[in-house]
Nanobody, 127 residues
Framework: VQLQASGGGLVQTGGCLTLSCAASGSSFNRHGLGWFRQAPGKEREFVAAIVWSDGTTYYADFDTDSVKGRFTIYRDIPRRRVNLQMNSLKPEDTAVYYC?????????????????WGQGTQVTVSS
C-alpha cells in the first residue's frame, strides 16, 4: 500500500483543517487506515483510524483530551482517500501528522507501528 498525505498548514486556535491521505495498491481496501501525529520532543501517537471495508472508526482518547468530537475520520471511496477533518484546533494539536495503513486494524490502533506509512504533513496551530 502506498500512501500520500496532504493538507497540513498553519491555523489559529479554534480553526479547522482537513488532512487527506491518498491510498493506492492492490490490497489497501483490506486494510485499516489511520492518522498518527508526532509533536517535537514527543513520541508518535495514534489519532484516528478507519476500516476501509466497512467504515468502522476509532479515535484516540488522550489522558487530557479526546479528539473524538473535534476530529472526524472518513473515507472518500471514489477518490480512494482517507480524510481527517480537524475542528476546534488547539496549540497542543501542533505536530507532524502521518497517515498509515495496516491489514490488522487492532495493530494499527494499539501500536505506533504500521505496515505502510505516508510522508508527514505539518500542522501548526498558533495561539
Amino acid at each position: 500500500v502506498q500512501l500520500q498525505a496532504s493538507g497540513g498548514g498553519l491555523v489559529q486556535t479554534g480553526g479547522c483543517l482537513t488532512l487527506s491521505c491518498a491510498a493506492s495498491g492492490s490490497s489497501f481496501n483490506r486494510h485499516g487506515l489511520g492518522w498518527f501525529r508526532q509533536a517535537p520532543g514527543k513520541e508518535r501517537e495514534f489519532v484516528a483510524a478507519i476500516v476501509w471495508s466497512d467504515g468502522t472508526t476509532y479515535y484516540a482518547d488522550f489522558d487530557t483530551d479526546s479528539v473524538k468530537g473535534r476530529f472526524t475520520i472518513y473515507r472518500d471511496i471514489p477518490r480512494r482517500r482517507v480524510n481527517l477533518q480537524m475542528n476546534s484546533l488547539k496549540p497542543e494539536d501542533t505536530a507532524v501528522y502521518y497517515c498509515a495503513a495496516d491489514p490488522d486494524i487492532v495493530h494499527l490502533v494499539t501500536s505506533t507501528r504500521a505496515a505502510s506509512w505516508g510522508q508527514g504533513t505539518q500542522v501548526t496551530v498558533s495561539s
